[in-house]
Nanobody, 124 residues
């Protein structure tokens, strides 16, 4: 089992920045990929960004490319999502997820472990 705990959400104005963190514990050696997904009210969950736990492969949704950056600290077992130039459309609950095999980065069904989510609200 892998436990994931997100932090860093909050309320910021459009154009501002936030950094989300996701700390993993438990069987972290089994992690292959960590990703961020989000779900806005009345909408389905969508992929935001993901990173392989080893190597340098990353992936981003088109809507966040150039604004968001995913990174990891293997020593701290933590993945980060730096979000810049935030827009009201980025408002959502952001979830961290971990997969234990080489599933496609953006495929939420490939992630077995999920955090509880952290709210991000962008005011216009």
């Amino acid at each position: 089992q892998v436990q994931l705990v997100e932090s860093g959400g909050g309320l910021v104005q459009a154009g501002g920045s936030l950094r989300l963190s996701c700390a993993a514990s438990g069987r972290t050696l089994s992690m292959y990929t960590m990703g961020w997904f989000r779900q806005a009210p009345g909408k389905e969950r969508e992929f935001v960004a993901a990173i392989r736990w080893r190597g340098s492969s990353t992936g981003y949704a088109d809507s966040v490319k150039g604004r968001f950056t995913i990174s990891r600290d293997n020593v701290k077992n933590t993945v980060y999502l730096q979000m810049n130039n935030l827009k009201p459309g980025d408002t959502a609950v952001y979830y961290c997820a971990a997969s234990t095999y080489a599933a496609p980065l953006g495929d939420g069904t490939g992630y077995a472990y999920w955090g509880q989510g952290t709210q991000v609200t962008i005011s216009s």
